[in-house]
């Protein structure tokens, strides 16, 4: 039905910067919101940024000022860009869309940050 390919993980030296994408494709009329979420191992699954169709947009305390999520609506594609990037920012990384029918999840993307 639908399908969400994310794309831009990778190892990172600490400081450095990566750029995260994800387009969905297959039956989709309108997407209400996108996101990116991370989870580490034995720990939870934790939002990490969101945008909303009117373009609004919410971020975790631990990456504002340092990533920033945006989309091309005609593209049904939105990015997270990662900037000044720390260890603990090691994590495998979610694609996220809100469709009308439910919530529609990426395999993960893993981004290694070295210290």
């Known amino acids: 039905q639908v399908q969400l390919v994310e794309s831009g993980g990778g190892l990172v030296q600490a400081g450095g910067s990566l750029r995260l994408s994800c387009t969905a494709s297959?039956?989709?009329?309108?997407?209400?919101?996108m996101g990116w979420h991370r989870q580490v191992p034995g720990k939870q699954r934790d939002l990490v940024a969101y945008?909303?169709?009117?373009?609004?947009?919410n971020y975790a305390d631990s990456v504002k000022g340092r990533f920033t999520i945006s989309r091309d609506n005609a593209k049904n594609t939105v990015y997270l860009q990662m900037n000044s990037l720390k260890p603990e920012d090691t994590a495998v990384y979610y694609c996220?869309?809100?469709?009308?029918?439910?919530?529609?999840w990426g395999q993960g993307t893993q981004v290694t940050v070295s210290s």
């Open positions: 996220k869309m809100r469709l009308p029918m439910g919530d529609y």
């Open positions: 297959g039956n989709i009329l309108r997407i209400d919101g």
């Open positions: 945008i909303w169709s009117g373009g609004a947009t």
